[in-house]
T-cell receptor
């Protein structure tokens, strides 16, 4: 079984709809992240969470919100989806090893907003 | 500002040929550097990472990367490419300290492998 899972894997929705993307992990990591990937832009950080009570904005948080329901679950919501939120979304986890840590990624959710 | 540049958007090599993917970073402190690979329809898999010590880092799948501080580079290499190496490769720099824990990614290099 995969250590980091994302549901759904693909989603097509309409402008204005509320969408939730879910991420679950069995790695036991405290830190979780949401990124979006756009062609030619690489991955950009939306939100990250160091533990259940600690949530931080990334570089492109506008239009998104998150919920850390438990150590193993981190959800990303689009309250009112718009077409330029069409992208590939990745969840990642990490467990700090001293000063630094390494992030491990889920398989991604491809979201299309019409 | 911190940034990562991957100058080559797309590279095509023949199977069995050597490969070098370029990565340059801009970061004032000691960089923590990563290479990830994304196969079609898959998530990102960590190939290797550099935190300190030996500047030549070995990774999975026969890849290696060399950190050159004087050139602000962390190029990925493989002596003999296999068809299964066709994928997109991302270089990233890690920013750590206090409440900061981020990866800054380059825009990626798409590798095609010719038979």
């Amino acid at each position: 079984d995969a250590d980091v899972t994302q549901t759904p894997r693909n989603r097509i929705t309409k402008t204005g709809k509320r969408i939730m993307l879910e991420c679950s992990q069995t790695k036991g990591h405290d830190r979780m992240y949401w990124y979006r990937q756009d062609p030619g832009l690489g991955l950009r950080l939306i939100y990250y969470s160091f533990d259940v009570k600690d949530i931080n904005k990334g570089e492109i948080s506008d239009g998104y919100s998150v919920s850390r329901q438990a150590q193993a679950k981190f959800s990303l919501s689009l309250e009112s989806a718009i077409p330029n939120q069409t992208a590939l979304y990745f969840c990642a986890t990490s467990d700090p090893a001293g000063v630094t840590d390494t992030q491990y990624f889920g398989p991604g959710t491809r979201l299309t907003v019409l | 500002a911190q940034s990562v540049t991957q100058p080559d958007i797309h590279i095509t090599v023949s199977e069995g040929a050597s490969l070098e993917l370029r990565c340059n970073y801009s970061y004032g402190a000691t960089p923590y550097l990563f290479w990830y690979v994304q196969s079609p329809g898959q998530g990102l898999q960590l190939l290797l990472k550099y935190f300190s010590g030996d500047t030549l880092v070995q990774g999975i799948k026969g890849f290696e990367a060399e950190f050159k501080r004087s050139q602000s580079s962390f190029n990925l290499r493989k002596p003999s490419v296999h068809w299964s190496d066709a994928a997109e490769y991302f270089c990233a720099v890690g920013l750590y300290g206090g409440a900061t824990n981020k990866l800054i990614f380059g825009t990626g290099t798409l590798l095609a492998v010719q038979p």
